[in-house]
């Protein structure tokens, strides 16, 4: 018989979803004739998996040791002869093979944490944590042998000790929100199964304000908010921007987007803005921005070529310049909202953005102009 007394990282699932965790192995056939039978049992009485858990309830499987160590993959608590026994009658080669994937995820966690540079911490509690990515870092696998900052992450936690390896089991913490490989800035993540539930929850309904910087070519004179529909090609992972909805085509469905500017810093050949990013669709700022005549500075997708090849001889800029750089977050009054609770949140632009900003609109261009900005335009938070 094994007892799990649920924590807080597993408290707000379903006991399904938590029992698919806690045993890897077993099959949905199997869990539910486990739960039909009373071998499986919540709070000492028979579930149907469907129960939301909450904090100290009890999850208990009347199993032997043999059939726990078969569909969980872990054999600890077996002893030494009759784990032997397990492994061969009960299926040790897949055992084995759990074994060494979860080995191999630790060196993962371990190695990211150790060989990526450049990023820092913004903000912290129990459940939430705020990092500042550098450009040139995936936020999550984009392919099996990736590296991101989804590795870092745990490999943080789990160097300070802030998420136990055994609890690894059953919950990750994980990157909430993506941004593209070359955006820098804001990148929001779970530490806890709550905090990963809120944030998700908040941006998913749209509860979170979310802004960028960046410098786009031409003169962009006046804020406004620009709406469109987005079409992506995942083929060519490359998306289109129209005014009306697409009538049918080869793409994805076309997305309703808004997104938001406000000008900062103008000149006759660059603009300073900060975007509020209102949906938030694949590359919708770059397309966007493009679409209207003003595309972001070393972006070869959807840029301008001649801009592009000047800006990279002279700074080396070899990527969009897009920055996330500010979060603001909405009132709550409990739960594992309540510390980020109407606040903002800001990450400093790169080294690389403020010295072209600096460059192109302050100091070598004797034309710039300062924008004046209102409380209320587009891209301001309220």
Not at 150 to 168: A, R, T, V
Request: charged fraction near 30%; charge should be positive; glycine fraction near 8%.
């Amino acid at each position: 018989m094994k007892s799990v007394i649920i924590g807080k990282n597993q408290a707000g699932q379903r006991l399904d979803k938590f029992l698919h965790k806690y045993l890897p192995l077993a099959g949905d056939g199997f869990l539910y004739k486990m739960l039909r039978k009373k071998n499986i049992t919540l709070n000492g009485k028979k579930a149907e998996g469907r129960e939301m858990l909450a904090l100290n309830d009890r999850v208990t499987l009347f199993f032997s040791d043999e059939t726990y160590a078969k569909f969980s993959g872990r054999v600890d608590d077996i002893d030494s002869e009759r784990r032997d026994s397990a492994g061969r009658k009960e299926g040790g080669e897949t055992r084995d093979r759990e074994v060494k994937r979860h080995s191999s995820a630790l060196e993962e966690y371990e190695k990211a944490y150790k060989s990526l540079r450049g990023i820092s911490i913004l903000y912290e509690d129990a459940d939430c944590l705020i990092l500042n990515k550098p450009a040139g870092l995936l936020t999550q696998k984009a392919s099996a042998g990736d590296i991101s900052l989804n590795e870092w992450l745990i490999g943080y936690l789990l160097s300070k000790n802030k998420e136990p390896e055994q609890e690894l089991a059953f919950f990750r913490p994980s990157v909430c929100n993506r941004l593209d490989r070359n955006t820098s800035g804001i990148v929001l993540c779970g530490k806890s199964l709550a905090g990963l539930q809120y944030l998700s929850s908040c941006i998913k309904e749209r509860r979170i304000r979310k802004f960028y910087r960046t410098i786009c070519t031409g003169s962009l004179e006046k804020a406004a908010i620009v709406r469109g529909y987005l079409e992506k090609d995942s083929r060519r992972n490359k998306v289109t921007i129209s005014a009306e909805a697409p009538a049918g085509g080869s793409g994805e469905k076309a997305a309703l987007i808004h997104t938001a500017f406000s000008p900062l810093e103008i000149t006759d050949s660059y603009t300073l803005l900060e975007v509020e990013l209102i949906t938030g669709k694949s590359h919708q700022i770059r397309a966007h921005l493009a679409d209207i005549g003003h595309p972001l500075i070393g972006d070869y997708k959807y840029g301008q070529e001649s801009v592009n090849r000047i800006l990279k001889e002279r700074y080396g800029l070899g990527h969009h310049l897009l920055h996330a750089c500010r979060v603001t977050f909405p009132k709550a009054d409990q739960g594992p909202g309540i510390r980020l609770s109407g606040i903002s949140v800001s990450a400093p632009c790169p080294e690389l953005f403020r010295r072209m900003e600096e460059d192109l609109l302050h100091h070598k261009l004797s034309k710039s102009k300062t924008v004046r900005r209102y409380k209320n335009e587009p891209g301001e938070g309220k």
